[in-house]
């Protein structure tokens, strides 16, 4: 019987590296105010360590250039990797390229095609051109795509893009977007949306703004990590810039956010993770009433309900990574979509407790604690709402149930029948004892 939560010697001692290597190269660059392209020079030659060690694009499979771990071992990595913004930029593997990698590598799949490798997968790897992936609309519900306007016909060779999209992470910064739209509206919308490349110079696409969000209210227009509103009007693209068969836009979705939603709460670990040493140091270093901070009990209480949350739902989005491994993304949903809001509500309290801690200090820009905080509030939206994915996990768990007038469990209900059961026994308990 195999029940085992250890790491293999070979794995941990990449772990161990990552983890100084996060500390001691990339958290510093989190100080300096840098503009885009000075973090791309500067991270450069820290990528080509990460490639010499054989941990770059680690989500994909070895023959499209990554290194094939499986989902455990991606989320202990992503758990180093959470910690700082620029991990995952580092190691190859930040959102939303790396989920738009994946959505190439199942296209690529689902139709042999592999001029999508050369075209888009391989520059998008090493870094040559980035990707945006537009779905939300601001005028439609993003927690249900079915409701997608955006429509995509089809004319000749070509198909032609209609619509508005909003929230297009990196979209004003991106040489290509993937973008998903209703195909077919004369089928359901699981088999009638698709996903196309669009280059962003393609002539009708216009971005018109970034978004100001609680993460950047001032927001300055072209900067990495920006969330950009787009206007597709009469966009025409090559029929081959379709991915995956037409009507496959669903499917090649649920192949992108399955690993994508595990990564993510691997790293609000390593950001949980963060904000509870910040809280601790300062739970031994704050004096006020009489004793350090550590002595009081309401803290003692943060910091032991912190550590007991961050254990649940590491153990938990282990569980899901290892279960994706066993048996597949679909056969996982359950345990995704807890982890999803499981995870998103650890972070955001583990970082308020943190806050509250450091008082002022935790309030102002000298800590991280304050822009942790801000980013933490939108995992609870972005990936689906997390009532979304309660709202999953209740339905299936009330499929095992039937409704019953008399509750299964009433124990005078019960206590009838125990006694018609056992009545012959009864019966001679009750003379024996007589
Ligand atoms: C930081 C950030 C980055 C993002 N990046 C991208 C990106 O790169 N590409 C992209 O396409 N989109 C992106 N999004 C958009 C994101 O996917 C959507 O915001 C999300 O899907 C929710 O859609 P919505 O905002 O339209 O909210 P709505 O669908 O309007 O939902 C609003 C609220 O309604 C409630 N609700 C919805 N359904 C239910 C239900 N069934 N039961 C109970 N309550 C419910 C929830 O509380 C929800 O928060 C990003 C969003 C954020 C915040």
């Excluded at 190691?91 to 999508?116: H, K, Q, V, W, Y």
């Excluded at 004003?172 to 996903?195: F, K, R, T, W």
């Excluded at 980013?375 to 709202?391: L, N």
Aim: proline fraction near 5%.
């Amino acid at each position: 019987m195999a029940w085992d939560f250890s790491t293999d010697e070979a794995f941990e001692e990449q772990l161990v590296w990552m983890r100084g290597f996060i500390r001691e190269e990339i958290m510093p660059i989190e100080t300096l105010s840098l503009n885009h392209d000075q973090v791309v020079r500067l991270i450069r030659p820290l990528q080509e360590q990460v490639k010499s060690r054989g941990l770059w694009a680690a989500h994909l499979p070895v023959e499209l250039g990554g290194v094939g771990f499986g989902q455990v071992k991606l989320g202990l990595m992503h758990e180093i990797l959470g910690q700082s913004m620029y991990g995952p930029v580092v190691f190859g593997n930040n959102a939303p390229d790396s989920g738009n990698a994946e959505l190439l590598a199942a296209g690529m799949e689902m139709t042999g095609r592999e001029d999508i490798k050369e075209r888009w997968l391989t520059p998008l790897l090493s870094g040559a051109i980035r990707s945006g992936f537009s779905m939300t609309e601001p005028n439609t519900a993003g927690s249900d795509p079915r409701l997608l306007k955006t429509r995509a016909e089809k004319d000749g060779d070509e198909w032609v893009i209609n619509g508005r999209k909003w929230y297009t992470t990196n979209g004003s910064v991106a040489d290509i977007l993937i973008v998903m739209e209703v195909s077919n509206p004369e089928v359901h919308p699981y088999q009638g949306s698709s996903m196309f490349v669009v280059p962003v110079d393609t002539p009708g696409l216009t971005i018109l703004r970034d978004v100001g969000s609680m993460d950047d209210p001032d927001v300055v227009y072209g900067r990495f990590g920006n969330h950009a509103e787009i206007l597709y009007e009469d966009v025409r693209v090559p029929a081959d810039h379709l991915i995956g068969p037409e009507g496959s836009g669903f499917l090649l979705a649920q192949t992108r956010l399955g690993p994508g939603r595990i990564h993510h709460c691997m790293r609000w670990l390593g950001q949980s993770q963060r904000a509870f040493d910040m809280m601790c140091e300062r739970a031994l270093s704050r004096y006020t009433h009489g004793s350090f901070l550590a002595e009081k009990q309401t803290i003692q209480n943060w910091i032991a309900d912190s550590k007991a949350e961050m254990h649940a739902a590491r153990l938990m989005t282990l569980h899901a990574a290892w279960k994706m491994d066993q048996v597949g993304a679909s056969a996982s949903r359950d345990e995704i979509a807890m982890i999803k809001y499981f995870g998103a509500n650890v972070l955001h309290n583990v970082i308020d407790r943190a806050i509250q801690t450091y008082g002022s200090l935790g309030y102002s820009s000298d800590m991280p604690l304050e822009a942790m905080y801000r980013a933490a509030r939108a995992a609870r939206i972005y990936d689906g709402p997390d009532e979304v994915h309660r709202q999953t996990v209740a339905r299936h768990a009330l499929k095992n149930y039937e409704a019953s007038e008399v509750p299964s469990d009433h124990i005078p209900t019960r206590a009838a029948a125990a006694r018609e059961k056992f009545a012959d026994v009864l019966e001679f308990l009750e003379a024996d004892s007589a």
